[in-house]
């Protein structure tokens, strides 16, 4: 059973940044993709990002596009979003997700196998 611990999440004021790490345990084979969406109160689980395991390849939503960025590190089954200039509208609760093998877009929550707990990340203004 694939488990996925999210860190990071805080209080912090508009244009500032954060960093969220998303530690995967628990896997016997390779995975396809791992993503990060997130979850406004009253409203549905959005895409964020997401990064191909096996290759270079990332997505971005695109109201984060040039101030987010999802990296990983193979060695440590991690994968990290780093945020910077962050708005207001950035908060949320944000959920890391593993994409086990390709059986759908990376944008889809359905696409999706395993689902981290949640960290919360609240922007002031």
């Known amino acids: 059973q694939v488990q996925l611990v999210e860190s990071g999440g805080g209080l912090v004021q508009a244009g500032g940044s954060l960093r969220l790490s998303c530690a995967a345990s628990g896997r016997t084979f390779s995975r396809y993709s791992m993503g990060w969406f997130r979850q406004a109160p009253g409203k549905e689980r959005e895409f964020v990002a997401s990064?191909?395991?096996?290759?270079?390849?990332?997505y971005y939503a695109d109201s984060v596009k040039g101030r987010f960025t999802i990296s990983r590190d193979n060695a440590k089954n991690t994968v990290y979003l780093q945020m910077n200039s962050l708005k207001p509208e950035d908060t949320a609760v944000y959920y890391c997700?593993?994409?086990?093998?390709?059986?759908?877009?990376?944008?889809?929550?359905?696409?999706?196998?395993?689902w981290g707990q949640g960290t919360q990340v609240t922007v002031s203004s």
């Open positions: 997700a593993d994409q086990s093998y390709y059986n759908g877009s990376v944008y889809y929550t359905k696409s999706y196998d395993y």
């Open positions: 990064i191909i395991w096996s290759g270079f390849s990332t």
